[in-house]
C-alpha cells in the first residue's frame, strides 16, 4: 500500500495544477491512467534515509501524460515512470533528490525536455527503454562516489541531443 497524497488507480483524463504538496511519502501516484497533465505543482519532502519516503511524482502502466513545469525537491526520486508510454516531461526542475532527478524503466516513446535536474544522489536513469528522446536538459552538479549526470542502460533508437552537463561526477555513463 503506497500512501500517497494524490492516488488515481485506473483513470482517464486526470488534471492535477498549481498545487503544493509537502512532506510526503509519494507526492502524486499515477497507476495506469491515460491522457493525464500534472503541471505547476511544488512538490517538497523532508525525510533523511531512502526508507522514509516514496518517489514526487510516480508513474506506473500510464499513456499520454503530460508533466510539466513542477518542482520536485526531497524524494527518492523526484519522477519516477515505469511502464509509461507516449508521455512528455517538460520545464521540470528537479533537485536535491536522495536517488534520482527521473528515474525511466521499460518507458517508451517518451520526450523528456527542457528540464533542469540539479544536485540529486544521480542526474537521470534511463534503462530498458526504447524511442527516448531527450533535449535541452541540464545535468547540474549530480556529485558523489557513484554519481552521473545521465545513466543509460538497455536503451535503443533513442535522442540525445543539446543538453548540458556540468560539475556532474560522470556526464554520461552508458
Known amino acids: 500500500n503506497d500512501l500517497a497524497a494524490i492516488k488515481c488507480l485506473d483513470a482517464h483524463g486526470i488534471r492535477i495544477e498549481n ?9 502524486i501516484y499515477l497507476s495506469n491512467t491515460d491522457s ?13 534515509n531512502e526508507y522514509q519516503l516514496g518517489n514526487g511524482i510516480h ?24 511502464f509509461v508510454t507516449d508521455s512528455q516531461i517538460r520545464g521540470n526542475i528537479s533537485n536535491e533528490n536522495m536517488r534520482y532527478g527521473l528515474h525511466f524503466m521499460f518507458s517508451h516513446d517518451d520526450v523528456y525536455e ?7 544522489g544521480a542526474g537521470v536513469a534511463v534503462m530498458y527503454s526504447r524511442r527516448v528522446h531527450m533535449y535541452h536538459n541540464l545535468f547540474e552538479d549530480n556529485w558523489g562516489s557513484s554519481s552521473y549526470g545521465m545513466l543509460l542502460k538497455d536503451i535503443s533508437d533513442s535522442e540525445v541531443i543539446q543538453n548540458q552537463f556540468t560539475g556532474n561526477t560522470t556526464g554520461i555513463f552508458m
Open 59 to 82: 508513474l506506473w502502466k500510464c499513456t499520454r501524460a503530460v508533466i510539466q513545469d513542477n518542482q520536485i525537491k526531497g524524494h527518492r526520486d523526484g519522477i519516477y515512470f515505469e
Open 114 to 120: 527542457h528540464n533542469i535536474f540539479r544536485n540529486n
Open 36 to 48: 493525464s497533465f500534472i503541471m505547476g505543482n511544488r512538490l517538497e519532502a523532508f525525510a533523511e
Open 19 to 27: 498545487c503544493s504538496f509537502e512532506n510526503t511519502f509519494f507526492g
